[in-house]
């Protein structure tokens, strides 16, 4: 017996001693796999089975344990959006509520007339860009913003801003960037901006996700539930 056919006979073996698999099983596989891979296969497959009998056999997960994975939990519950949100600010110094109040008039201007004149009091001139969706500069900024707003009815609902110092984090949503979809439920962003000592933004970073419409938890992605300390 040549060693291929050998490796092949015996990890069918293998499989039906052990009920990995049937023997009808394992030779339907030596039929449909080509004649190069059978030792590859058949080799690992009887290691794999030699290993589970020695373990005292194969462990199957149970189908009744609750799922532990997103994948494994499913989608099944609507993600909702707040209505109307008020933004939550958490600034220690009257500097830094200060800054968060100008982020939150920085989003409406984006949401209703960017141009670059209307940017330049909150967009510094020397404007350094780390988002991958955009070059530096104040232009590129209010030609995105610019765009959208001309043709679609952008919506951009500011949920927290935490400032320490000069810089500052808002979780915000972006709807009907490209479209007019009353149920667009948009983008979930994180904006970090670094302020320049006049109080304008110097430097933007930003990690984006877009908002599904259905979730494996239904807790939303901008809710907070929890109110104890």
Known sequence: ???????CSVATD???????????SSIQIHKKIGPRRKTRCFGALSIFALTASLNGGVELPDPFAPPTRAWQQGAIYKNPLPKKPEPLILAETEEERAIAERIVELYKVFETNPTDETLKPYISDI???HSSMLPNGRQPLSALFGGSAEEWPVKID???????????FAHVNFRNMDNDNPLDKGLAAVDIYLFDKDGRVTEHWDVIQAVPSHAPNPNGMFVQLHKGE
């Open 158 to 168: 500011v949920h927290r801003i935490i400032v320490k110092d000069n810089f500052a």
């Open 1 to 7: 017996m040549k060693y291929r056919e050998m490796t």
């Open 127 to 129: 404007y350094i860009q």
């Open 14 to 24: 293998l499989t039906y001693l052990l009920g990995v698999k049937s023997w009808k």
